[in-house]
């Protein structure tokens, strides 16, 4: 009988060391996981030629993309595509109404 008991005791003291230690744990993985990952790249000011009297109706962000909307003056429409991590345009879409 005397041995139960010391076993029931040091069984009681593993399941509460082992649950401190769970929750250290997960503590410790959500303080980590929860900062901002700072950004590793910058580039200097950056000018994205738009044509003349077109106007920026939209703006869409992505991981590492940003999409322009543009509206231009002869009534079509144009996406300009830049990467974020060079601030180089990446490309145009060129939207025309259809007939």
């Known amino acids: 009988m005397r041995g139960l008991k010391v076993l029931v005791v040091v069984m009681g003291i593993m399941l509460v060391v082992g649950f401190a230690v769970?929750?250290?744990?997960v503590i410790g993985?959500?303080?980590r996981s929860g900062s901002m990952p700072t950004p590793t790249r910058t580039f200097a000011?950056?000018?994205?030629?738009?044509?003349?009297?077109?106007?920026?109706?939209?703006?869409?962000?992505?991981?590492?993309?940003?999409v322009l909307a543009l509206a231009l003056p002869q009534g079509?429409?144009?996406?300009?595509?830049?990467?974020?991590?060079?601030?180089?345009?990446?490309?145009?879409?060129?939207?025309?109404?259809?007939?």
Do not use: F
């Open 22 to 25: 769970l929750v250290a744990a």
């Open 45 to 66: 000011n950056t000018a994205i030629d738009i044509p003349h009297g077109a106007s920026v109706e939209a703006m869409t962000i992505a991981v590492d993309r940003l």
């Open 76 to 99: 079509d429409r144009q996406l300009v595509i830049i990467d974020l991590g060079s601030g180089v345009r990446v490309g145009t879409i060129d939207l025309h109404h259809s007939p």
């Open 29 to 31: 993985k959500t303080s």
